[in-house]
């Protein structure tokens, strides 16, 4: 009855090698799998988010001139003379909002200063404001898509 | 019997078969039952039975760590009231704020004590950091608590951050954006680990989730664990660091050198510090009363000076969450004021480098500073070159905070604070 003791000398046999390292093995993989499965499991798969691409309404709607910042999709439509151009609103030191300053942009958050073609000025942001692409959809309206970043120097011309 | 009338019904209680099954020892009398009732009850178990004086000298501990304890306790309890009422939603989640605030019973002061205990507790972990320090009470064999006081410091900077953002106001909303933007700029997993805080690519509504559920559930459980760890190790440690004295018995066996064909009791498992090795008798007292009833006036200290803050003054709610603009200066909370202004020379540099830097730092130190004099006594003159170090380092800090919360105003630009421009509510 003292086969319940472990007996240190005990010659390991083949078999007891193989089903001992297997048995740790198995264990240890399905441990690592949930592990895995768990961190998985965290990542969404579908996103509950407005679109990157929309409609920004006609080109008359932007006066000859103007930077007009539309709040819901954190951007602001420039239009000069016949051209039109969209600049994120979204620091790129942070995430916080930009303001229109008078010349070029402001960031209340760390103080980051952008001139109007985006790019830094003084600040802690390591690169300009994105450019998002902007073209014309088949009914005249503006079409902005957040998913194709253009050079600052890239205008929709009409 | 000329006993008070408490202490007579209280005597009377725990002779009688119920009472006596339920606390076993009634209030002792002798020495044994002093011993006794600590070892009979669950709750004082916990503790030794006896003390080293050294442990007692208030001089000495400042009772920090305790007082960390039982402001731990009291975000626990008022947290939990809390929840009661709080939905993590970004629809609900503000007017719950606001009903706290001027609907359910008590609710303003529950928050409050909330809120308040949150910032003394951020406080207290500095406090008590800079006590262990200054006093060298990380050396051997404390090195690893020491580690594990490291992490409970972070665990509190992260319940702190994942709480108040909760209210979903505007603190919340930009707090949440700024800090899962630093997170995306650590090297090689930065964007993936800013995808799965956020649950997507935006602040909304799967953010508000996960960190209810990191404030609420995860966060606590691992302190609590890890607060348990780091009083069982105090308490194996043979209680507060103190000064070697001349007396003291010095034992140093090494387990492995104990003879391994025998089966031996626990006695012969004792090393350098375990409780009754290194102590003369005469040192120590009982822990009842001597420590158990300094423990209860310390909490109950604590609960009211948390619930006169509470009473007198009313934590902060800004106004509702505005994606669209951020309050102007948008400022963190007093403690990450300092990385705050960090942050605004650089995100990598001041966000990511420099706090890893001085957390591994930090969590290296015991390992690093070897030296073994100078323990058991605040700023003693064996330390010095250690204890200058910290002190700058402390003092960088502290300017830095300064400066984050009174020298910096609308576009983080510099103000004096005797001339604060008003806050600018600006259009486009």
Not at chain 1, 85 to 112: E, F, K, M, Q
Not at chain 2, 39 to 58: D, E, I, T
Not at chain 2, 167 to 191: E, K, R, S
Not at chain 2, 261 to 271: C, F, H, I, S
Request: with cysteine.
């Amino acid at each position: 009855m003292n086969h319940s003791i472990p007996d240190n000398k005990k010659d390991v046999s083949r078999r007891g090698f193989f089903q001992l390292t297997l048995g740790w093995l198995a264990g240890s993989f399905a441990v690592a799998a949930s592990a895995a499965g768990a961190v998985r499991f965290l990542v969404p798969n579908v996103l509950f988010e407005p679109s990157l691409r929309f409609k920004a309404g006609k080109p008359d709607d932007y006066p000859d001139g103007s930077v007009t910042f539309m709040e819901d999709e954190r951007i602001f439509l420039v239009r000069q003379g016949n051209t039109f151009r969209c600049l994120s609103a979204i620091c790129t030191h942070l995430g916080c909002t930009v303001n229109r300053a008078d010349h070029g942009y402001h960031c209340p958050c760390h103080g980051s200063v952008f001139d109007d073609q985006g790019a830094v000025k003084s600040g802690p942001a390591p690169r300009g404001l994105e450019w998002f692409q902007v073209t014309l959809s088949k009914d005249n309206r503006l079409l902005v898509d957040k998913n194709q970043r253009v050079a600052a120097d890239k205008y929709l011309v009409l | 019997m000329n006993a008070p009338l408490p202490k007579r019904i209280w005597q009377w209680f725990t002779r009688t078969r119920v009472g006596r099954s339920i606390f076993r020892i009634g209030l002792p009398e002798s020495n044994l039952e002093q011993s006794q009732v600590m070892v009979s009850s669950f709750l004082l178990h916990v503790q030794p039975v006896k003390v080293h004086r050294h442990s007692l000298r208030a001089s000495y501990s400042l009772g920090l760590g305790l007082i960390l304890l039982y402001l731990f306790l009291i975000l626990t309890g008022t947290g939990v009231l809390l929840m009661f009422y709080y939905v993590p939603s970004t629809e609900k989640a503000y007017d719950i704020m606001k009903d706290l605030q001027y609907v359910v019973s008590a609710g303003l002061v529950i928050r409050n004590m909330h809120r308040w205990a949150g910032h003394l507790m951020v406080l207290f972990v500095l406090l008590h950091m800079c006590r262990v320090f200054y006093t060298g009470a990380y050396k051997r064999p404390r090195e690893f608590n020491w580690v594990i006081g490291v992490g409970l410091f972070l665990l509190t900077l992260g319940l702190s951050f994942t709480g108040y953002l909760l209210p979903w106001d505007q603190l919340a909303f930009w707090a949440i954006t700024v800090g899962t933007n630093i997170a995306g700029y650590a090297p090689v997993i930065g964007t993936k680990l800013k995808y799965l805080m956020l649950g997507g690519n935006v602040v909304g509504q799967e953010a508000l989730t996960r960190f209810y559920a990191l404030h609420v559930i995860v966060l606590p459980t691992v302190a609590l664990l890890m607060v348990a760890v780091h009083l069982w190790r105090v308490r194996k440690d043979g209680g507060l660091s103190r000064p070697d004295e001349p007396g003291d018995i010095v034992q140093q066996i090494e387990l492995k050198q104990l003879p391994t064909n025998k089966t031996y009791g626990l006695m012969e498992l004792a090393r350098g510090t375990t409780p009754q090795v290194g102590k003369n008798p005469e040192d120590e007292v009982f822990a009842w009363p001597h420590l158990v009833f300094r423990e209860l006036l310390l909490f109950l200290l604590v609960t009211a000076v948390v619930l006169f803050l509470a009473i007198f003054w009313n934590a902060p709610l800004e106004e509702l969450a505005n994606p669209i603009h951020p309050p102007n200066p948008a400022k963190a909370p007093w403690y990450f004021l300092g990385l705050q202004e960090l942050v605004s020379y650089s995100a990598f540099w001041g966000g990511v480098v420099v706090p890893g830097l001085l957390v591994t730092a930090l969590m290296l130190l015991p390992y690093m500073d070897r030296q073994r004099k100078g323990v058991g006594r605040w700023f003693a003159r064996e330390r010095v070159v250690a204890n200058t170090i910290f002190s700058v380092c402390l003092v960088i800090a502290v300017v830095l905070t300064i400066i984050g919360t009174s020298f910096r105003g609308p576009n983080w630009g510099w103000v004096v604070p005797w001339k604060q421009p008003p806050a600018i509510t600006e259009g486009h």
